[in-house]
């Protein structure tokens, strides 16, 4: 059987899209805390839970709290990254302690805004609804609300 010009264009093409959404699910992970926060800058906000283990009291029930508000932390561009202080390089871990002015020994919660400024710091976990209303009084955050 003999596939025409027209065909293998049409083949290549559907392989072509057909794999576009693999390629960008294997996007790199930024290598630090800086470089992800500086990748995130002006397209997404930034929401770090630092705690010193993965068992941290506070830490889990943060993300309990966050697990039924997948929806709503999409709908604000919200990046939910964990920061796990025992597992942190030299770099990171310097990173929160100076430029985030975070205590290593305890849980903390820091909002990022997509200006790359910090717009909110806890020491306890955060319902959800206070975190929402928080975004939403943003500027940029009113400017995509009247866009949708």
């Known amino acids: 059987m003999r596939i025409s010009f027209l065909g293998w264009v049409l083949v290549l ?3 072509a ?3 576009l959404p693999l390629k960008a699910q294997t996007k790199a992970v930024p290598t630090s805390l800086a470089t992800l926060l500086k990748t995130s800058r002006w397209q997404k ?3 770090l839970l ?3 283990t993965s068992t941290d009291a506070a830490l889990l029930r943060q993300r309990q709290l966050l697990s039924a508000a997948r929806p709503q932390l999409d709908a604000r561009d919200l990046l939910v ?3 796990l202080l025992d ?3 030299a770099a990171d871990k310097n990173y929160v302690t ?3 002015r975070t205590s290593g020994a305890s849980f903390t919660v820091l909002l990022i805004g997509k200006d790359g400024g910090v717009k909110r710091r806890e020491t306890e976990p955060v319902m959800p609804v206070s975190l929402f209303k928080t975004i939403d009084v943003m500027p940029m955050r009113q400017q995509e609300m009247k866009k949708q």
């Open 13 to 15: 093409g559907g392989l």
């Open 17 to 19: 899209w057909f794999s």
């Open 45 to 47: 906000r930034v929401l």
């Open 50 to 52: 630092c705690a010193p």
């Open 81 to 83: 990254h964990e920061v």
């Open 87 to 89: 597992n942190l390089s």
């Open 98 to 100: 100076e430029t985030l």
